[in-house]
């Protein structure tokens, strides 16, 4: 069962990463959980099943929250896949300790649960980043492969610019894997439009290379 609980609650540098599913609506060229299995200290993040929500927070008990500079929803899955119970950890966390929140996601949790999702962000998450990549719906089709079709980018940017207004930090970012300037810069014109940070990120096929970074590159 330890195993079990160190591939909920991995360490990445001096970051706590909450990896609570393995269900993902995009099935993206880039992401890393398609070259490795293992991230940190977590030795195999595909989970044999979804854990509870009181072994998701028995997994954080192993580990003193003060040692961590940000508790991060990132794993081999896309977290607002499991919306409510992402938000009941959170809230209990707050309870626990002053600890700053991050969510890593493909901005389709609107799609995934058929609702308007961002202001449930609210006073629950200090940060949110979005994972942007691609300039048009067809090159989002194209690169992220997502199950929603032509309609994944649109929600993604009305995601974006919702939760703007209810999360102190909003980042939009794409991974630079050889990509044209052209077309960074306009990834970063549609994330202007959203209110949100663009940054670019590193393309990277291991984890032992970015040891070092907040952000890993699974959204």
Request: some cysteine; charged content about 25%; aromatic content about 8%.
């Amino acid at each position: 069962m330890s195993d079990f609980y160190d591939n909920i609650a991995y360490v990445l540098g001096h970051t706590l990463y909450l990896n609570i599913t393995n269900r993902c609506p995009c099935a993206c060229d880039f992401c890393i959980r398609t070259h490795s299995k293992s991230v940190g200290t977590g030795d195999n993040l595909w989970l044999e099943r979804e854990p509870t929500q009181t072994e998701i927070m028995a997994a954080l008990a192993q580990h003193d929250l003060s040692q961590y500079r940000e508790l991060v929803f990132c794993g081999y899955g896309e977290p607002t896949c499991r919306l409510d119970d992402l938000l009941w950890v959170c809230n209990k966390v707050r309870g626990i300790r002053d600890i700053s929140i991050r969510v890593n996601t493909n901005g389709l949790s609107d799609l995934i649960n058929g609702r308007s999702t961002a202001k449930s962000f609210q006073g629950l998450v200090d940060a949110v980043s979005v994972s942007l990549n691609a300039s048009t719906p067809e090159k989002y089709v194209e690169l992220c492969h997502p199950k929603y079709g032509l309609d994944a980018l649109p929600a993604i940017l009305t995601f974006t610019k919702d939760v703007v207004q209810y999360v102190p930090e909003v980042d939009m970012t794409v991974v630079d894997n050889g990509t044209p300037k052209e077309e960074l810069a306009a990834c970063e014109a549609l994330c202007k439009q959203t209110g949100a940070h663009f940054r670019v990120r590193r393309y990277i096929t291991t984890y032992e290379e970015e040891a070092k970074k907040p952000d890993p590159q699974i959204s």
